[in-house]
């Protein structure tokens, strides 16, 4: 399976993060933001914001005279033991937790595996329910905003190769079925902007998805609403967005 060359805003975030872990890391007593700022070259605001991030999610901490030193986190995901999986598995699932009740969704994570997609991990509750899976999610990846978010990301041979086994059957009247169309908007999906999903593959339900994909692993967060609440879209939309980075850096560590 071949990935599209095109790095996503949280990727570049994610590496930006990981070359203040790696000057956190050589300072084992602590290094001054001055410090970490003259060996990484990262602007002052893009510095502060990475910095705070990373002290939310436990990846840092200030000590003594504000210095940065590795967090919980760090020491958790950073481990090469038998526990590491369990622990960036829990990791995640605390994030998306804390993301479903931030923007009042279900959440999920989803990877695209031996040529199927699959929902790794997901968060919902009374008030945020998930999708009901009336089709399997397996064959509605050209419905889906998390489908189609997992197709942007492979290569042209890959997604014929997805659809020549997952035809692109109608699931509502606004799902896309030709796969012209839908190869078009795919390709001209911006790298940037989260893939929307509206109604196409179920009625009364909008759904939006960001890449979040480590190495040649390919994923994605994803989001879905009632369509009542179809007005906060956008704006959940864009808190995934913003939340996609530190997901991607706990499978990136």
Same mark, same amino acid.
């Given at each position: 399976m071949a990935l599209r060359p095109e790095p996503t805003a949280p990727f570049h975030s994610v590496r930006h993060a990981l070359r203040i872990l790696e000057v956190v890391a050589k300072h084992s007593s602590g290094v001054s933001d001055i410090?970490?700022?003259? %060996?990484?070259?990262? =602007?002052?605001?893009?510095?502060?914001?990475?910095?705070?991030?990373?002290?939310? %999610?436990? $990846?840092?901490?200030?000590?003594?005279?504000?210095? $940065?030193?590795?967090?919980?986190?760090?020491?958790?995901?950073?481990?090469?033991? =038998?526990?590491?999986?369990?622990?960036?598995?829990?990791?995640l699932q605390r994030s998306l937790t804390a993301l479903r009740d931030s923007v009042g969704a279900?959440?999920?994570?989803?990877? $695209?595996?031996?040529? %199927?997609?699959?929902?790794?991990? $997901?968060?919902?509750?009374p008030r945020t329910p998930k999708v009901n899976e009336w089709v399997d999610f397996r064959s509605a990846a050209h419905a889906m905003a998390l489908g189609k978010c997992l197709l942007t990301q492979l290569d042209h041979d890959s997604r014929r190769d997805h659809l020549a086994r997952h035809k692109t059957v109608?699931?509502?009247?606004?799902?896309?079925?030709? %796969?012209?169309?839908l190869f078009r908007k795919l390709d001209s999906q911006p790298a940037t902007v989260p893939v929307l999903d509206l109604q196409e593959y179920a009625i009364g339900t909008v759904c939006a998805a960001v890449p979040v994909s480590a190495g040649r692993s390919v994923g994605c967060l994803a989001l879905s609403l009632p369509l009542a609440h179809a007005h906060r879209l956008r704006q959940a939309a864009d808190a995934l967005n913003r939340e996609a980075a530190p997901m991607l850096l706990s499978l990136s560590i």
């Open positions: 410090m970490i700022a003259r %060996e990484t070259r990262l =602007p002052a605001h893009q510095l502060a914001d990475l910095l705070l991030m990373l002290r939310r %999610e436990g $990846y840092v901490e200030q000590i003594a005279d504000g210095a $940065y030193a590795g967090g919980i986190s760090l020491a958790l995901l950073g481990s090469a033991g =038998p526990g590491r999986g369990h622990a960036v598995q829990d990791k279900a959440v999920y994570l989803s990877r $695209y595996v031996d040529g %199927e997609i699959k929902i790794t991990q $997901y968060a919902d509750g109608r699931l509502t009247s606004r799902t896309t079925t030709n %796969e012209k169309a």
